[in-house]
């Protein structure tokens, strides 16, 4: 049977009694950190989450032993990533930015959570002044209930749904997982490969080995929003397109204003703006190479970025730094080995960040086909 005719079996001639939220749930909005039971960290003492507007770990502001919600619950940032639902199955206590949805009615509170989801991103929040959530945006929001004569099938029909999304949700988490392994594997390797003996290779100052160059500015104008070469300026996503390039391809450079010290190469020619560095390498030393040694010293390059209203970099906090310059054909094995795991990390287009985006696309496709139930006229 195809998925989309189970689906079709599961939903068939269900009915669908739509009800405000309000009617479901108990919505409450948080309150004050319970300052005479409080902790920084957590204790044997202090067990209980405080949790804010933030997401997942960073929604934790400090620890108690006091739970206001000790329930199975939903909670809604109302500040910040404004509507970003939470699934809670432990007591915890919720404070300023963040509103708790308590079940009144017999519902899968996993259901709810993959509904809530789905709709995160369609409250009507005033543009005006601080963007916040508040709990008469959310109480009349229509929630949907399958089968709301038959508590058995109702039940039945939302855990087969959350057994589906579950099933997808699985999947990326573990993708994810293998993700951040594979990202700590090739960080720690390219840290060795790039980690050299005193006396093993020559060490000379990058801007006496390599020549370091300045992109030229564009003005808007001159910007295309189609073409053949890329332009960057201020960061790793290009600024737009332009018909001629300045910089030839297999180049390292180095954004020194706005994402100041990010480190970039390109396998092609583009158009470097005046808000860029980049470096003409001689015949002894790879530009692959300088690429992949310069990201191992990128918390050093970003740590002389001047902090201002726009954060800048010169080149003389990297002009004077020292890089090895191995045998050509050791610096080509190294590049070669990073290029497999950079591959797989980071690539787009292949490797697991390509996989994980094709599973989540595959997970909103059937949370949508699930929950889209029609609504009648006069509910809409």
């Known amino acids: 049977m195809s998925s989309n005719n189970f689906m079709k079996k599961l939903l068939d001639g269900v009915e669908v009694e739509w009800k405000v939220l309000h009617e479901v749930f108990d919505i409450f909005a948080g309150g004050d950190v319970p300052k005479d039971a409080y902790s920084d960290v957590e204790t044997s003492d202090f067990t209980v989450p405080i949790l804010s507007n933030g997401i997942e770990d960073k929604a934790i502001y400090g620890w108690t032993n006091n739970p206001k919600i000790e329930?199975?619950?939903?909670?809604i940032s109302a500040r910040g990533t404004i509507g970003w639902t939470s699934y809670r199955d432990k007591p915890f206590f919720p404070i300023v930015r963040l509103i708790t949805l308590t079940p009144k009615i017999f519902i899968n509170l996993k259901y709810a959570y993959y509904y809530m989801k789905m709709i995160e991103n369609d409250y009507n929040v005033p543009k005006v002044g601080i963007p916040q959530l508040t709990?008469?945006?959310?109480?009349?929001?229509?929630?949907?209930?399958?089968?709301?004569?038959?508590?058995k099938r109702s039940l039945e029909i939302q855990a087969e749904i959350v057994r589906i999304?579950?099933?997808?949700?699985?999947?990326t988490a573990e993708l994810t997982a293998e993700l951040t392994a594979r990202k700590k594997q090739y960080n720690y390797y390219r840290d060795q490969l790039l980690t050299f003996e005193e006396g093993e290779v020559e060490w000379k100052p990058l801007g006496e080995v390599a020549e370091i160059k300045r992109g030229r500015r564009l003005v808007k104008s001159q910007l295309e929003e189609t073409g053949r070469y890329a332009v960057?300026?201020?960061?790793?996503?290009?600024?737009?397109?332009?018909?001629?390039?300045?910089?030839?391809?297999?180049?390292?450079?180095?954004?020194?204003?706005?994402?100041?010290?990010?480190?970039?190469?390109?396998?092609?020619?583009?158009?470097?703006?005046?808000?860029?560095?980049?470096?003409?390498?001689?015949?002894?030393?790879?530009?692959?190479?300088?690429?992949?040694?310069?990201?191992?010293?990128q918390a050093i390059i970003r740590g002389q970025v001047r902090r201002s209203s726009v954060p800048r970099l010169s080149k003389i906090?990297?002009?004077?730094?020292?890089?090895?310059?191995?045998?050509?054909?050791?610096?080509?094995?190294?590049v070669s080995i990073l290029d497999k795991f950079d591959a797989l990390t980071s690539s787009i287009t292949e490797g697991l960040p390509r996989e994980i985006e094709l599973r989540q696309k595959q997970y909103e496709y059937y949370r949508n086909m699930l929950l889209n139930f029609p609504k009648e006229e006069n509910n809409t």
Not at 71 to 75: N, R, Y
């Open 71 to 75: 329930k199975p619950s939903l909670t």
């Open 135 to 151: 709990i008469p945006m959310i109480k009349d929001k229509l929630f949907p209930i399958p089968c709301p004569d038959n508590l």
């Open 165 to 171: 999304l579950d099933t997808f949700t699985e999947l």
């Open 232 to 297: 960057f300026q201020n960061c790793m996503i290009p600024l737009g397109y332009y018909h001629e390039s300045n910089v030839k391809a297999d180049t390292t450079f180095i954004i020194s204003a706005g994402s100041a010290g990010e480190i970039g190469y390109s396998s092609i020619d583009f158009w470097a703006a005046d808000d860029v560095y980049y470096f003409i390498t001689p015949e002894n030393l790879s530009s692959k190479f300088l690429y992949y040694f310069l990201l191992t010293q």
């Open 317 to 334: 906090a990297f002009e004077k730094m020292f890089i090895p310059i191995p045998p050509l054909v050791e610096q080509a094995r190294i």
